[in-house]
């Protein structure tokens, strides 16, 4: 089994899906009042004193707690076929496709929450693994379900979903520090390769 890992936001994409997201559903302005509401946060996290869960958490919280799962879901179908695409490196879509050409498996591992990116996986039929939203009563409440799928934690999602000791081959694509683990386990690397 040849399997190539994608980082997504700044690898596969010029800018952060979160961010996009947000403004695609609330509007630029609505996202610069988060933006500003929260720069001390923002602050905090650039000199590591904020962990990068509870921001997204904060953000997560104020734009989408208590939105209904399938509203959610919606949404993320919407961004998906209306935007999503606009900010995409078409090099790294050939390459996936180039992956995909040689029977490679293609697997998108992102810090992203999973409604808006899988649906696009879907449709290049590559696989996915992601931050997950907690949802109760078919709400969502603000937080995470478990740790935010980034740095350390990708590489114990992909040992969570295969055996790594089964692939023959590796190849990893990343863009940020929060990459260096999940590039680490690969034979062949690729840092900000788009």
């Not at 961010?19 to 001390?40: A, C, E, N, R």
């Not at 509870?54 to 799962?69: D, M, P, Q, V």
């Not at 999602?157 to 990893?172: F, G, H, M, P």
Request: charged share 25%.
């Amino acid at each position: 089994m040849i399997v190539a890992f994608f980082d997504f936001d700044g690898t596969i994409t010029r800018k952060d899906s979160f961010l996009d997201f947000i403004s695609f559903t609330h509007g630029k302005l609505q996202l610069w009042v988060g933006l500003f509401m929260y720069s001390y946060y923002i602050l905090g996290y650039k000199l590591k004193w904020v962990s990068d869960q509870k921001l997204k958490e904060l953000f997560i919280s104020h734009y989408y707690k208590g939105t209904t799962a399938q509203e959610f879901k919606k949404l993320g179908i919407e961004y998906c076929e209306h935007k999503l695409s606009d900010i995409i490196f078409s090099k790294a879509l050939k390459r996936i496709q180039w992956h995909k050409n040689q029977s490679h498996r293609v697997v998108v591992v992102t810090a992203s929450i999973s409604q808006w990116i899988k649906p696009w996986c879907d449709e290049l039929g590559i696989e996915i693994i992601a931050s997950e939203l907690e949802i109760q009563q078919d709400k969502i409440t603000g937080k995470l379900a478990g740790k935010n799928c980034n740095g350390p934690e990708k590489v114990s999602r992909i040992k969570e979903r295969y055996d790594l000791d089964a692939v023959t081959y590796c190849y990893a694509y990343g863009n940020s520090n929060g990459d260096k683990e999940l590039l680490a386990i690969a034979d062949e690397q690729y840092y900000q390769y788009f």
